[in-house]
Every structure is written in C-alpha cells, then in structure tokens.
C-alpha cells in the first residue's frame, strides 16, 4: 500500500477506537472525576488504537482473535473506570462490538450484491471503493451510536418527535448515502458525478446534525420548564404546610380551651348528681370532637404532608375530599415526584369542582395496591363529558402558556417508574388513576 493508504488506514483505526470507547463511556457511568475519566478515556483509546494498528501492520486475516482482543480491552476499560455490574458492562462492550462488526458487515454484502464488487476486494484492496465504504461505514456506526444513547437515555419517556428527530431522520438520511454510494459504483466512479452526490450527501448529514441539535435545545427547554414548575410546586407546598400548621396550632388551641370548659361543665353536672345531663353533655362533646377537622396521619409523613395541603385547599374551596389510604407507600420516597402526582391530581379535581355548579362536590381520592402495583385515583362528577369535548385534556385557560403542564407532568413522574396515568369516565364521575411500579 502507498503512504495514502496507510494513512487512511490509520485514521480508521483512530476514529474506530474513539467511538468504541466513547460508546462504552455515555452507555454506563463514570467512576471518577472528570479530570480523571478523560485520563481513562484516552488510554483505552490509545490500547484499542494500538492493537487495531497492530493486527493491520501485521496482516493478521479476518478471524476471532481480533475480535476477542478489542471487546477484552474495553471490559478492562469498564471495569477500571466505569460504574454498573460486570454482567452489565461486558454486555455494553459486546453489544457496542457488535454493532459495528454487524453493520460493517451487512453494508459490505450489500454493496457486493448490488455491484458484483467481491466482499473480499471491498474490504481489504486499496482501492477507491473501498475507502468510500469505510467513510459509509463510519458514519453509520456513529448515527446508530447516538441514536441507541440518546433512546437509553430518554428511555421512560421517548416522545414521537424524538422518535422522528433521532431514528426516522437518520435512517433517511442513510438511505440517500447509502443511494450515492451504489449510484458512484454504477457509474464506475464517474469523476464528473461525485461532486454532486457528495454535495447531497453531506447536505443530508447537515440537516440530520441540524435537526438533532434543535430537538435536543427543545428537550432541554421543556426539561427546564418542566423542574421550574416542579420548583413552583414544592415552593408553594411548603408555604401551605407553614400555613397549615399554623392553622393547626390555633385549631388545637381552641379545642384546649373548649375542652377544658367542657370537662368544668361535665364535673359539675356530676358534682350535682345530674348524670342524665352528664351523660348528654359528654356525647355532645363527643360528636363535635368527631365533626372536628382530623388531618391525615399515616406512617409516611411525606404522604402526610401532601394529603394535608389537598386538605385544606379542599375546605377552603368548600370541596369534600374523601381519602382512602390503604398503603402509605412508604416506598416512594422522592418528595418532588409524590407531590407531582398527587398534589396535581387534587388540584385539578379541586379546581374543576369548585368552579363548576355541581350537585356532588365531592372528591374521592385513593391509595391502595394490587398485584405488586401502586394505584393512586381521584374521582370527581363532571358537568359534561371531559373526554368527549377534550379527549387530549388541554388547559381551557388563556393563559396556556403558564397552565396545562399538570396532566403532562403526572404523566412522565409516573413513566419514570414504568407506570402511566389512566382516565376513565362513567355516569357522570371522571377517575384518573396512576399506576406505579415502585
């Protein structure tokens, strides 16, 4: 091979080794500090580099041995400076593998089947051809890279624009690649035509890159969204709780105060010998003590403080909110996704029911288990059918811009625990029940 040759070779070899190890890398986590990961990085590039140049500078055939080689240097490399499970992480390095010797592999066959060009030329003479198949090969391996982190990575809740930007635009765009290619071996690499495709070609790429970097700016943007009004949320449950307990406070000192008098009256009914009247007094004690405001007391106390927020914001509404607690999900232990789900669904049946003229103001809201499953509903009436007249359950106020997120937000807080949020609506009554695996 001449000098060209080799150098083509060799920066293969060092893009190769690059995006093994950065596969490797954004598919598990590191161990170390940043400073540290990229010390590791860059070795195990340079290990894998150099054993990709060796077995070239030696004319090692195609066998198993090089294979084995490459997937044992990146193991070492996860285990070194990689967190996660050994099962996991050779699987990782494995799978990486594969991908590249896979489609390497179906793209050498497939261009030797549409041209008649031998496997055997394409993949070791130095020939024009094959160096157009390597540049191919190269740019199919990174797109399918990046499209497989970026679905592990959004993998609770990959949305249909996600869908479109990372899998539908790439594969498009490889499919007019992969066109030009076999179009420059049928015109036997006429000069006069590679100008042109190349033109397409890296047009393609360029809007693939494109539309990859706006659809991941809006991601951020609704991520960012999203946490500000997650923040808004926490921020105003807390002033509740502030509230509420202070609410509680005089609350518990009036009762005090009554219950005092009361036992005063009490003792001297007795006193008088008046125990009919005794008797009286005490069950009229007792039936306000049970009419009197009883807050919710489970053994989660992040539960508690949810439910007694919704509480109160349903007294304040003059809005009955009946709870049923038949586990306290002690499990789910993130405060911020326990008040998204929960604090959203009361809102919104707090809202729909005092704002609308309504013979059942109440709201039913439940917690309980079956078959391993967290199941969290809120039942209200309805005026008319939400479902028919809304069925995607958009915001109806002006100001949408700053309302509407709820239903979204209960929505990916319960994918983050491969759950998903079900509506249902009969006689009158709207359920929306989260199932949670926790």
Not at 153 to 168: E, G, P, Q, Y
């Amino acid at each position: 091979m001449e000098l060209k040759d080799w150098l083509i070779e060799i920066g293969t070899n060092l893009f190769d080794a690059t995006i093994f190890v950065g596969f490797v890398f954004f598919m598990l986590e590191p161990k170390y500090t940043k400073v540290k990961n990229i010390a590791f990085g860059l070795v195990a590039v340079a290990v894998m580099f150099t054993a990709l140049n060796w077995f070239l500078f030696n004319g090692i055939p195609f066998n198993y041995i090089d294979s084995f080689t490459y997937i044992v240097i990146m193991c070492v490399y996860s285990f070194i400076a990689l967190k996660g499970n050994p099962l996991l992480k050779t699987a990782v390095c494995v799978f990486g593998f594969l991908i590249n010797t896979v489609l390497s592999y179906l793209f050498g066959f497939l261009v030797s089947a549409l041209t008649g060009v031998s496997f055997l030329d394409l993949a070791t003479k130095p020939v024009i051809g094959r160096y157009v198949c390597i540049v191919v090969i190269i740019i199919t391996n990174l797109l399918a890279y990046i499209v497989i982190i970026k679905l592990k990575k959004s993998l609770m809740v990959i949305r249909k624009t996600d869908l479109a930007a990372f899998v539908v635009v790439p594969l498009l765009a490889l499919v007019i690649i992969y066109s030009s290619v076999l179009l420059l071996f049928a015109s036997d690499f006429m000069s006069s035509l590679l100008p042109y495709l190349l033109a397409i070609d890296i047009s393609m790429i360029a809007v693939t890159v494109i539309i990859w970097l706006m659809m991941s700016r809006i991601s951020k943007d609704n991520e960012i969204k999203t946490e500000l009004l997650l923040t808004q949320q926490r921020e105003a449950l807390y002033k509740d709780n502030a509230l509420q307990t202070n609410l509680q406070i005089e609350k518990i000192s009036r009762i005090k105060h009554d219950m005092i008098n009361d036992v005063r009256c009490i003792n001297n009914l007795i006193i008088g010998k008046n125990y009919e009247e005794a008797e009286k007094y005490c069950n009229t004690v007792a039936n306000e003590l049970n009419a009197a405001y009883t807050p919710i007391a489970t053994s989660n106390i992040l539960l508690n403080a949810v439910l007694n927020v919704q509480l109160e914001k349903a007294a304040e509404a003059k809005v009955k909110l009946v709870t049923t607690v038949q586990d306290d999900i002690k499990q789910f232990n993130n405060f911020s996704d326990m008040n998204s789900i929960i604090g959203n669904l009361c809102d919104n049946a707090i809202e729909y029911v005092s704002n609308n003229d309504l013979d059942d103001r109440r709201i039913r809201f439940s917690i309980s288990k079956d078959d391993g499953k967290y199941i969290i509903s809120c039942t209200n009436a309805v005026k008319d059918s939400i479902l028919k007249n809304n069925p995607e359950l958009k915001t109806t106020k002006s100001d949408a811009g700053n309302h509407g997120y709820g239903i979204s937000i209960i929505r990916e807080t319960a994918q983050k625990y491969s759950g998903d949020l079900i509506c249902d609506e009969q006689d009158g009554y709207i359920t929306f029940s989260v199932v949670l695996k926790i």
